[in-house]
């Protein structure tokens, strides 16, 4: 009979994990691993792989509880900062988004469309225990007489804050071009005229869903590093997109799978949960998430140990195309080129601008991998995993 290949269990890990004995790596640091010694064998030696990525994630927000007042509150309309949240939840209960700007923005005012401060520098204010000032509004009920609350808070005054991300952690992303006359301004940074410039946006080889490109571990329930504290996957992201085109190792050629996170804002760091102020775009979120990625197998190894030269991703014109809702590929290129600080694009050297920080994702990543190897921090079985598509390798 052959002999079976190798495998184990999140619970055969776990019990090396609570032993002291766990073997654990970074991605940056299985790529090395899997190339020098193949998957079947690295797949014996590790026994969990860290990811990270730390870049700003528009589709970001926070679930807040601001207590009760007296007499009794239904709010109506609440601003956190000068920030519009909404209030349509609850008595007390609202969510601010992270690309919410203040209504009365003094860089708007000088320059329209640009905003200093949103919901992403609230969150960040609020983690860091600076005073907010809150102001809410009623229409007011026999129940809920009082009409108006303006105070200052801090996140120990909040009876619940949480980090609620609809959508984070992108399983690839653009390369943004821009092909027209003039400059122009996106979420993936300033983009000169005439391909000046080329903007990329995920942490590659560490990318969290990048390391597993067929959402074997990570899933709802699935425990992460969000923020600077532990948190958990809630679902797949609100632009999940599974069936996206893909090469080799089962990795994406576009954005693919997405998913929807949550955390404690009052166990975060605001080192990993920074708000952003994007020229010409407006606000946002830089987000850290890290999450663990444990080797089951040979073909889990040989995903982890997937690496820049290997992931690549499409040329987009963010001048015209993109705009348009049409957007086509105008080419690959690999993380390894974009990484490298220039790419060849028709028939030019142009220069590569990173929007997330590898440092920071390589940062998390190590964190993790420490919490791990301490006993702190155990892996989780998905409750139910992500929508996916059949391996057609």
């Not at 009979?1 to 766990?22: D, V």
């Not at 071009?177 to 996106?186: D, Q």
Request: proline share 7%.
């Amino acid at each position: 009979m052959p002999k079976a290949s190798f495998s184990r269990t999140i619970e055969e890990i776990n019990k090396k994990i609570r032993a002291g004995k766990a073997v654990v790596v970074t991605a940056e640091q299985m790529g090395e691993i899997v190339k020098k010694s193949g998957p079947e064998k690295a797949a014996k030696e590790v026994d969990v792989v860290t990811t990270g990525t730390f870049s700003p994630m528009c589709s970001s927000g926070a679930f807040i509880n601001f207590g009760h007042s007296k007499p009794t509150t239904k709010a109506s309309k609440v601003w956190l900062n000068g920030v519009p949240a909404y209030a349509g939840l609850a008595a007390v209960d609202i969510y601010i988004g992270a690309t919410e700007p203040t209504e009365d923005d003094p860089l708007n005012r000088v320059h329209p469309g640009q905003f200093k401060y949103g919901g992403g520098h609230v969150i960040q204010d609020l983690v860091a225990g600076k005073k907010v000032e809150l102001l809410a509004t009623a229409y007011g009920t026999d129940c809920y007489p009082n009409r108006e609350i303006k105070k200052k808070v801090t996140i120990s005054d909040l009876p619940y804050a949480m980090l609620f991300n609809p959508r984070n952690a992108y399983q690839n992303y653009n390369c943004a071009v821009n092909l027209t006359n003039k400059t122009i301004y996106t979420y993936m940074g300033v983009l000169k005229p005439h391909a000046g410039n080329a903007n990329f946006a995920t942490a590659g080889q560490l990318s969290p869903l990048l390391n597993d490109p067929y959402y074997r571990a990570i899933g709802l329930g699935t425990r992460i590093f969000i923020g600077g504290a532990k948190g958990h996957v809630v679902g797949p992201g609100t632009q999940h997109n599974p069936r996206a085109a893909r090469g080799p190792n089962g990795v994406p050629l576009s954005p693919a799978g997405t998913i929807m996170v949550m955390g404690d804002m009052k166990a975060m760091d605001p080192r990993w949960v920074a708000g952003v102020s994007m020229l010409g775009y407006g606000c946002s979120l830089a987000v850290g998430i890290g999450i663990p990625i444990p080797v089951l197998d040979a073909d889990m190894a040989r995903f982890t140990g997937v690496t820049d030269e290997e992931i690549f991703t499409q040329i987009i014109d963010y001048g015209g195309d993109y705009p348009k809702g049409q957007a086509h590929s105008l080419g690959k290129v690999s993380y390894a080129e974009l990484k490298s600080g220039s790419i060849r694009f028709n028939g030019s050297d142009v220069p590569t601008v990173p929007v997330s920080s590898y440092v920071r994702a390589l940062e998390i990543a190590n964190i993790l991998k420490g919490w791990i190897e301490r006993g702190e921090f155990l892996l989780t079985q998905p409750v139910e995993g992500l929508p996916s598509v059949e391996r057609a390798e």
